[in-house]
């Protein structure tokens, strides 16, 4: 079994930044991604790398403000997030795969997730 823990979420402003860890009791996957899930909302895709690091995918509503990377040394992936905004409230999740992975159902074990609130 694997054990994923999840870190650095927290309150902050509109415009602000937080960077979220997700550390894997072991193992080194071959996709590693984070989801998000707000209020009333269905889970969604946020960020998606591969087991190198050599490759990213971004929901279009994140790109260009999220950075997703990966340790595998240290067995933990990261999301950076700048410029936040109220409409990125939600609980995060990280999700991990042995495997290629394109849907949430791919992936093989997930976090118990970290709150992410940004007031305006």
């Known amino acids: 079994q694997v054990q994923l823990t999840e870190s650095g979420g927290g309150l902050v402003q509109a415009g602000g930044s937080l960077r979220l860890s997700c550390a894997a009791s072991?193992?080194?996957?071959?996709?590693m991604a984070w989801f998000r899930q707000a209020p009333g909302a269905e889970r969604e895709f946020v960020a998606a790398?591969?087991?190198?690091?050599?490759?990213?995918r971004y929901s279009d509503s994140v790109k260009g403000r999220f950075t997703i990377s990966r340790d595998n040394a240290k067995n933990t992936m990261y999301l950076q997030m700048n410029s936040l905004k109220p409409e990125d409230t939600a609980v995060y999740y990280c999700?991990?795969?042995?495997?290629?992975?394109?849907?949430?159902?791919?992936?093989?074990?997930w976090g118990q997730g970290t709150q992410v609130t940004v007031s305006s």
């Open positions: 999700a991990v795969s042995w495997y290629q992975a394109q849907l949430q159902g791919d992936y093989d074990y």
């Open positions: 072991r193992g080194t996957f071959s996709y």
């Open positions: 790398i591969n087991g190198r690091g050599t490759s990213t």
